[in-house]
């Protein structure tokens, strides 16, 4: 099966492989920043090639061998000038965060994650739509969705 190329930055968050998906200026960049400031790691930023491997797993990595991220307002940086530990050549891919901007109207007392299934080459992903402040990081967010992925293989409880 071809590769797949989809919008997006992918991360490897306490093991688990996160797409991270949204608008332009939504946060994918800065919080991927942000997350390989906690020591977790980069594999894509903007674009994402997505192969099935052989065990049928998604794995996602770089069009280029030294990945790049943009820093808005400061351009775009060889990420691992900013963080030398912060990458990753490849990921399996176990989770879509779609970044979505926060609605009062819509969002407001929401106790539980909209999620949904993201189907790529043929394979459901669990999905967690995230609206998110103007202001707000969601980094935070999404290393905690990781963390009950990994432990619970979802991310409701």
């Known amino acids: 099966m071809n590769p797949l190329r989809k919008q997006g930055v992918l991360v490897n968050v306490q093991g688990v492989g996160v797409l991270i998906r949204g608008r332009a200026g939504s ?29 049928g797993s998604l794995v996602g990595r770089a069009l280029e061998t030294d990945v790049r991220i943009e820093v808005r307002g400061l351009g775009v940086f060889r990420a691992r000038s900013l963080f030398p530990n912060g990458t990753l050549e490849s990921s399996r891919i176990d989770l879509v965060v779609e970044l979505d901007t926060y609605d009062p109207a819509r969002d ?22 995230v609206p998110v402040p103007a202001g707000v990081d969601p980094a935070l967010l999404i290393e905690m969705l990781a963390g009950l992925y990994k432990r619970n293989g979802t991310v409701t409880q």
Do not use: C, Q
């Open 108 to 129: 407001a007392g929401r106790l539980t994650p909209e999620t949904a299934l993201t189907t790529l080459l043929e394979r459901d992903l669990p999905t967690v739509r």
């Open 27 to 55: 946060g994918k960049s800065l919080s991927a920043l942000n997350l390989m400031r906690r020591g977790h790691f980069l594999i894509a930023d903007d674009v994402v090639e997505i192969v099935a491997d052989a065990d």
